[in-house]
């Protein structure tokens, strides 16, 4: 079977095309089988092209995840570091809280047990004594219970700060202006004025100083013995155990310290501190404010410096340590609070640092601080006669044993003044 395609008649009656059907089904197959190739590579082609964009894509969100967890743990980092400085500085103030609270516990408590004495002694008629650890004494020493609660009433103790090596400063101050011998229990007795050199014992206690101390009090009678070791360096604690020695002895309205080096007129000193008796709390003296001294090796270094400042700093407003004079009530907060105060190097900025946060008077009396002659010698002769004289140069008279008794001479208020002096 053939089939005709086209044909065209005309008058010629042209040629025509016969196709046979093998041969179409042959094109068929060829284009189905081209159809086929062609289909395979266009897959092909495609799934490479998704390939490489899925590649591309990975690829580049590798490195953006990484970043991602980077900054992720640095962010972590910095919160956990933040939050430990957050703990740490709260438990610091934890800390310091419970500090506080201790130390006015503490105080409460000491305050609490010298009134529950006082109470407990008033119901019973006596005068309680507080002395180290709130103990009831009234000897000398402590310790020694003769004498138990009983004081003896006066105006004014002035302890002599004095040590083992200078028994001729002290041999100078008896033969100038501290009465001796019967005049001096006379002096206690009328005038309730007391003055004793004080002193502790040596490291050996018992020993040949100690012993050299005992004779001369047994000649003299004129001292004040402490349970403490002599040393340049512990004269803060000196100074606290001799206000606690004082007023478990003597019921005073003042308490002074002198050096041994330091001339003193006993009448202008008495006739001063009672225009100011009427004072609940005073503490009275030439108020100096020295520069704290922070370099290693020179006199006075402050080895706390850094608690005052900067370099060029200077210390708060003090006595010097000369001659100083307080009331009884800022004395007996010394002895019930001893253990509790802070001794510096210097013992006048330690006395001024235990009274500073205080409700005291502060009296910045310039008579406390003449000059040697000519300085004092002037000043008597206008009237104005001085409470204490010394070298500032020296820290006290320069060459006292030669020089102290031309001092007297030449400054001294008279024999009769401390006799005379209006002290109540």
């Known amino acids: ?64 995840m990484s970043n991602n967890n980077r900054d992720l743990a640095t962010t972590t980092r910095k919160i956990s570091q933040q939050e430990i400085l957050e703990q740490v500085s709260k438990t610091h103030q934890v800390i310091q809280t419970l500090d506080m609270t201790i130390s006015s516990l503490e105080m409460e408590l000491a305050t609490s047990r010298a009134q529950q004495q006082q109470n407990s002694m008033d119901m019973m008629g006596m005068t309680p004594v507080l002395g180290e650890e709130n103990a009831v004494v009234g000897s000398e020493l402590p310790g020694n219970t003769e004498g138990l609660l009983q004081r003896d009433k006066v105006f004014m103790v002035v302890g002599i700060n004095t040590a083992f090596s200078s028994r001729k400063r002290r041999d100078s101050v008896r033969e100038s202006w501290m009465p001796q011998g019967e005049k001096l229990k006379q002096l206690e007795q009328e005038k309730g004025i007391v003055v004793r050199f004080v002193i502790g014992h040596s490291a050996t206690e018992g020993g040949i100083l100690d012993r050299a101390i005992e004779a001369e009090n047994a000649q003299h009678s004129d001292f004040l013995r402490l349970d403490h070791v002599e040393g340049y360096l512990e004269l803060s604690t000196k100074t606290k155990i001799f206000f606690t020695t004082a007023i478990n002895k003597w019921d005073a309205d003042f308490y002074v310290k002198v050096d041994d080096d330091v001339h003193v007129n006993l009448g202008m000193l008495g006739t001063t501190l009672a225009k100011h008796s009427s004072k609940p709390r005073v503490y009275i003296g030439c108020m100096k404010s020295g520069p704290v001294l922070a370099q290693k090796g020179v006199k006075y270094h402050e080895p706390e410096h850094w608690k005052f400042g900067g370099e060029g700093n200077k210390y708060f407003r003090h006595a010097t340590g000369q001659i100083y004079a307080i009331s009884k009530d800022v004395a007996r907060y010394i002895a019930l609070n001893q253990a509790l105060l802070h001794s510096y190097a210097n013992e006048d900025v330690s006395l001024g640092s235990w009274i500073l946060g205080l409700d005291v008077d502060h009296i910045d009396d310039r008579r406390m601080c003449c000059g040697t002659p000519p300085d004092c010698e002037w000043k008597a002769q206008a009237g104005n006669v001085c409470i204490a004289s010394f070298d500032w140069t020296c820290s006290g008279i320069c060459k006292t044993v030669e020089r102290i008794k031309e001092v007297h001479q030449k400054c001294g208020e008279g024999d009769a003044a401390v006799w005379n002096a209006l002290l109540q």
């Open 1 to 64: 079977m053939r089939l005709r395609l086209g044909g065209g008649g005309g008058a010629r009656g042209g040629g025509a095309n016969v196709v046979s059907w093998k041969g179409i089904l042959v094109l068929c197959l060829a284009s189905f089988g081209l159809g086929l190739v062609f289909t395979n590579r266009m897959w092909r082609i495609l799934e490479e092209e998704n390939k490489n964009d899925v590649g591309g894509q990975d690829c580049s969100q590798k490195p953006s």
